[in-house]
């Protein structure tokens, strides 16, 4: 059963860098062709698509996010992860991890807080 | 605002089939697999139905189905468990982007 789990820091300070891991288990990233999603909800709003990347580094974003966003992939650690510049309070948001093109795997989700 | 369209809520009775609808354009409904995701109580999202497909483990109540760009979710039989959020998305060709819905709050009464 695969499962995905998000790690990062629960609160960046405004203009800083959002830093997020997510860690696959029960299965390697590298097999099958699946993409790798971020997806974001703010507090009572819905879900926003931020970016994927393919294990072969081909990455998409959301146009209103590209400028700040990278997502890059380690497979040796089985691992994506997503850099958000210059964050405001408006990034505010649980941040998910999800393996598509289905989105049938999720992680549980990890709260960050953008606030001085 | 999102690029699908769907219902703010939705209620129904139990036992009661009820659809909830996502609209969008050519450009991805019309084109791409839709997906449909259930969030319980703020929870992570759980995929109930994609494309034509029901994941392992979704009670055969739920089924999609989708004409020109609009696509549907129907639950047949509707459970006090089935309340949830439900979030349909798919793939935008014209942004190069997955696209979500706005969510439909559906209340088992």
């Known amino acids: 059963q695969v499962q995905l789990q998000e790690s990062g820091p629960g609160l960046v300070k405004p203009s800083q860098t959002l830093s997020l891991t997510c860690t696959v288990s029960g299965g390697s990233i590298s097999s099958g062709s699946y993409y790798w999603s971020w997806i974001r909800q703010p507090a009572g709003k819905g879900l926003e698509w931020i970016g994927r990347i393919y294990t072969s580094g081909s990455t998409n974003y959301n146009p209103s996010l590209k400028s700040r966003v990278t997502i890059s992939v380690d497979t040796s650690k089985n691992q994506f992860s997503l850099k958000l510049s210059s964050v405001t309070a408006a990034d505010t948001a649980v941040y998910y991890c999800a393996r598509g093109p289905d989105l049938g795997y999720w992680g549980q989700g990890t709260l960050v807080t953008v606030s001085s | 605002q999102s690029a699908l369209t769907q219902e703010a809520s939705v209620s129904g009775t139990v036992g009661q089939k009820v659809t909830l609808s996502c609209t969008g354009n050519s450009n991805n409904i019309g084109s791409y697999a839709v997906g449909w995701y259930q969030q319980i109580s703020h929870g992570a999202p759980k995929t109930v139905m994609f494309g034509n497909s029901l994941p392992s483990g979704i009670p055969d109540r739920f089924s999609g189905s989708k004409s020109g760009t609009t696509a549907s979710l129907t639950i047949s039989g509707l459970q006090p468990e089935d309340e949830a959020d439900y979030y349909c998305?798919?793939?935008?060709?014209?942004?190069?982007?997955?696209?979500f819905g706005g969510g439909t709050k559906l209340t088992v009464l």
């Open positions: 998305s798919t793939w935008d060709y014209s942004l190069s982007a997955r696209v």
